[in-house]
């Protein structure tokens, strides 16, 4: 194995996070197919797609460097999503969370000279700061146009790329 089992957890451990983060984005975009929002829905069925790429990507590099996976268990999403600023704060905060994780994964690699490894968490550290900062601006977009007004934000994300 060509990284640490410390390492090595950790990434099986993300694989489950972002397997769970793709799995609560089709809860979330299940709600506004549910509301007639489609690009709403569609907005969150992209996302889904993209965390579950992301698990992929770890799945990849573990098998490159002969590392065991270990995918835990992963959570049942959380159904009750109510409004719209629910469900972007929600999103907002998990892709903090996931900001943190990364983190702690690049900062064990710096601290055992994992160089391999950090090359490889380096393209997640860029990924979170467009995540955040997509959720950010949609949750912005949300609170300015109201739960009464969400086609609005329909038509934002028909005209802008989110």
């Given at each position: 194995?060509?990284?640490?089992?410390?390492?090595?957890?950790?990434?099986?451990?993300?694989?489950?996070?972002?397997?769970?983060?793709s799995?609560?984005?089709?809860?979330?975009?299940?709600?506004?197919?549910?509301?007639?929002?489609?690009?709403?829905?569609?907005?969150?069925?992209?996302?889904?797609?993209?965390?579950?790429?992301?698990?992929?990507?770890?799945?990849?590099y573990?098998?490159?460097?002969?590392?065991?996976?270990?995918?835990?268990?992963?959570?049942?999403p959380?159904?009750?999503?109510?409004?719209?600023?629910?469900a972007?704060?929600?999103?907002?905060?998990?892709?903090?969370?996931?900001?943190?994780?990364?983190?702690a994964?690049?900062?064990?690699?710096?601290?055992?000279?994992?160089?391999a490894?950090?090359?490889f968490?380096?393209?997640?550290?860029?990924?979170?700061?467009?995540?955040?900062?997509?959720?950010?601006?949609?949750?912005?977009?949300?609170?300015?146009?109201?739960?009464?007004?969400?086609?609005?934000?329909?038509?934002?994300?028909?005209?802008?790329?989110?």
């Open positions: 194995m060509q990284i640490s089992k410390s390492m090595s957890d950790l990434m099986s451990a993300q694989v489950g996070n972002e397997l769970g983060a799995n609560q984005y089709v809860q979330i975009a299940t709600y506004f197919d549910g509301q007639a929002l489609s690009k709403l829905a569609k907005f969150f069925y992209q996302q889904a797609e993209e965390e579950r790429e992301h698990a992929m990507k770890f799945v990849h573990l098998m490159d460097v002969g590392a065991p996976l270990r995918i835990p268990a992963i959570p049942a959380q159904t009750e999503i109510g409004t719209a600023e629910k972007f704060e929600m999103s907002l905060a998990w892709e903090k969370e996931v900001t943190r994780q990364i983190h994964m690049m900062d064990l690699a710096v601290e055992e000279k994992d160089y490894s950090q090359a968490l380096q393209w997640f550290v860029t990924e979170q700061v467009e995540e955040v900062s997509t959720m950010e601006n949609m949750l912005e977009v949300v609170r300015k146009a109201g739960e009464k007004n969400l086609l609005m934000v329909e038509a934002y994300l028909t005209h802008n790329a989110a």
